[in-house]
């Protein structure tokens, strides 16, 4: 059974950091896409980063690039997210996922429908 286990969400205050951790297990492949979805109250999930496990190319979106560093150790199946100089607007559910069919570049995370696996969510509260 595929599991993905995300950890480390709370609350700090602005320009302030966190880190995400996502433990996947039950995988078959090595060769898949990871990375993180948020989505805030009353907002459109967004894609944040993702990481291809094969070569480790890695996307960022526009209002995260330069703060937030995804990373992998692949030999314990777990990818995290280092949150730096995080702002109010970074305020949201952080989800982990896996597709394992889809692309991650520079340019985007393409999925092949939707994300085959999802993690919990874990809430990143970032105060003013």
């Known amino acids: 059974e595929v599991q993905l286990q995300a950890s480390g969400g709370g609350s700090v205050q602005g320009g302030g950091s966190l880190r995400l951790s996502c433990a996947a297990s039950?995988?078959?492949?090595?060769?898949?896409?990871i990375g993180w979805f948020r989505q805030a109250p009353g907002k459109e999930r967004e894609g944040v980063s993702c990481?291809?496990?094969?070569?480790?190319?890695?996307f960022y979106a526009d209002s995260v690039k330069g703060r937030f560093t995804i990373s992998s150790d692949n030999a314990k199946n777990t990818v995290f997210l280092q949150m730096n100089s995080l702002k109010p607007e970074d305020t949201a559910v952080y989800y982990c996922?896996?597709?394992?069919?889809?692309?991650?570049?520079?340019?985007?995370?393409?999925?092949?429908?939707?994300?085959?696996?999802w993690g919990q969510g874990t809430l990143v509260t970032v105060s003013s």
């Open positions: 990481i291809g496990t094969r070569d480790g190319t890695t």
């Open positions: 996922a896996v597709d394992q069919l889809g692309i991650c570049s520079e340019y985007g995370w393409v999925l092949e429908n939707d994300a085959d696996y």
């Open positions: 039950g995988f078959t492949s090595e060769d898949y896409t």
